[in-house]
């Protein structure tokens, strides 16, 4: 047992949460892998709904649901009490649990135990779920795209998803790599990587993405950004440890500081690439940029046009938005240049 | 309570150790802080000796110790369980206990429960205290000198002590700020920045060294390499939660490939030198290089003068090795630019 590796399809506890801000994974977990979410689990009516059948656990598991996942981040950070007893009846129903909070489900008292009891596991995937391996630094075969960014929060999943959904489609062998907490519960598999020890942050990349055949591509989430303040070593060492041959940079036109930072300016696209490069020649002499990825949310319909167009022209890369334009031109890219 | 604060003198527990090489950490603090060191441990006349009186820990109390370090490093990470009465014993006798082991002397069984009972401390210094902060990035007064390298153990913790010993002694209010388990012994306080959560490490940098007098200097022990594919990630974070003024490029001229990794050749001081003031420019503009300290041990006498004068004079900085010359010459550098 390396990763975590989430047994699918889910249940969704929206519990009794009433602001649909608080159940983004909820939100997400529906969007990108609807056909892996069976039911939800409310308390009441009143609770946000992501338009799921009600169901009890023991229902769901009669639907084919084999895991609860909390849907929903509570405010404070702690499940409240009340929650508990559904927990343990998820358990005793046949479902695993998983979540991404800051508080672990296997810390709340008993659930551990009759997890184990009854055979069944606990997925905190904010707890990497084993002590990772140095990074070795060595080659490993296959390809890899790694989403990097000019700041958090931008769309580095998003992309990556959508990038990976698109290979697939156009019968190309691609997974998803997830090292977000969504990104886990989307696929079922990865790492939270800002929560591995620092020692091992490589190592743990190097084992989400393990080698594999020449022509498959693992298209991984980045995280962070190498012009962060804060977070600028988890980046680093996700791409030391990712190992990329193709690098798409996630930028939102809009943001001129950094998120929560308001003394840090945000990095023109031009500028971040050469640092990107730079530092992930180190393991990877061959990496390339093939792509842009604009978050052009905050645009109207022609300035978004124009600002993917002229981005596209000044760095002669193409130049998407996943969300507006899909990621076609990405895709081309790596057909043209990994031919 | 945030970082490790170790209660000085010491007691260094040998045990039964016979290899000099196991027994790094014992000999390290005799020979940093040998006023903080009062009495060894040791069950057999054969173990390894550091030269200090043999001490029963009811004794090294009566002579003043108030904690037992681990002095050595186990073969297979374990401390044997013969060992295990000797740690309580030491607790019994009214002295706390430290060691910078991969296992934890808490999860050692009952141990913590007896420290707890006695009023007693545990530091296993491997194990962050608490869970620090996420980086503000903000700027904070006081001066901060960081070392860096080409690769790991090449002498970083060496030049960051006597750099500090240096300043203290010419009168400048320094401190050296540890970020290794040894270094942390040695001062009796800092973090193991290695084994923080990767989202925390910049943030546990700047709680390692605090807002100061202006004129003051943190002398902070530097980890890893900006150029080392499993690590570069920690030394990041580290540098831009450290927001130095001042760095000092350690390198060795005999290590042609990085420490364990033969695939990966060591950069040449003048191709170290950018990349670090880039990154570090991120949280200090103002941050510049201060000198250059070469571990000269695989050179003859001749040999080692010319190599560092040819550096000095190719890099424009001033080069010593801290043991063979002193660093009396970048304590010159940094009284002339920052008078």
């Known amino acids: 047992m390396t990763l975590h590796t989430l047994q699918k399809p889910y249940q969704l506890l929206l519990g009794d949460v009433d602001n649909p801000r608080n159940a983004k994974t909820a939100f997400g977990l529906r969007d990108w892998v609807p056909q892996d979410c069976v039911a939800q689990l409310r308390f009441t009516d009143q609770a946000v709904s992501v338009g799921l059948p009600d169901m009890s656990p023991h229902r769901a598991v009669a639907a084919g649901a084999r895991t609860l996942v909390v849907g929903i981040a509570p405010v404070g950070g702690l499940l409240p009490e009340n929650w508990?007893?559904?927990?343990?009846e998820a358990l005793e129903s046949g479902l695993d649990l998983a979540a991404g909070l800051h508080q672990r489900l296997s810390d709340i008292p008993g659930l551990a135990e009759l997890a184990r009891r009854l055979g069944r596991r606990i997925h905190d995937v904010r707890q990497p779920s084993r002590t990772f391996a140095v990074a070795s630094g060595l080659p490993r075969p296959g390809r890899r795209l790694l989403t990097v960014g000019t700041d958090c929060a931008q769309g580095k999943k998003y992309a990556a998803l959508a990038i990976a959904k698109a290979l697939q489609l156009r019968g190309h062998a691609a997974d998803f790599r997830a090292t977000g907490q969504t990104g886990v519960l989307i696929?079922?598999?990865?790492?939270?990587?800002?929560?591995?020890?620092?020692?091992?942050?490589?190592?743990?990349?190097?084992?989400?993405?393990p080698a594999n055949t020449p022509d498959h591509w693992d298209v991984i989430e980045g995280q962070g950004s190498l012009f962060h303040p804060a977070y600028a070593g988890v980046t680093?060492?996700?791409?030391?440890g990712s190992q990329p041959d193709a690098l798409v940079l996630c930028h939102d036109p809009t943001r001129k500081t950094l998120n929560g930072y308001p003394q840090v300016p945000v990095l023109s696209p031009q500028f971040a690439l050469e640092p990107y490069l730079?530092?992930?020649?180190l393991?990877?002499?061959?990496?390339r940029f093939v792509g842009v990825a604009l978050n052009t949310s905050g645009l109207g319909e022609v300035e978004a046009a124009r600002t993917l167009k002229e981005t596209s022209e000044s760095l002669k890369l193409p130049c998407v938005d996943?969300?507006?334009?899909?990621?076609?031109?990405?895709?081309?890219?790596?057909?043209s240049l990994y031919a």
Do not use: M
């Open 84 to 88: 508990h007893p559904t927990l343990r």
């Open 187 to 209: 696929s079922g598999q990865g790492v939270v990587i800002d929560s591995v020890i620092a020692d091992f942050i490589a190592g743990a990349a190097e084992t989400l993405s």
């Open 236 to 240: 680093l060492g996700l791409l030391h």
């Open 278 to 281: 730079a530092a992930a020649r």
């Open 283 to 287: 393991t990877n002499p061959r990496v």
């Open 322 to 335: 996943p969300i507006r334009t899909g990621v076609d031109p990405i895709i081309a890219a790596l057909e």
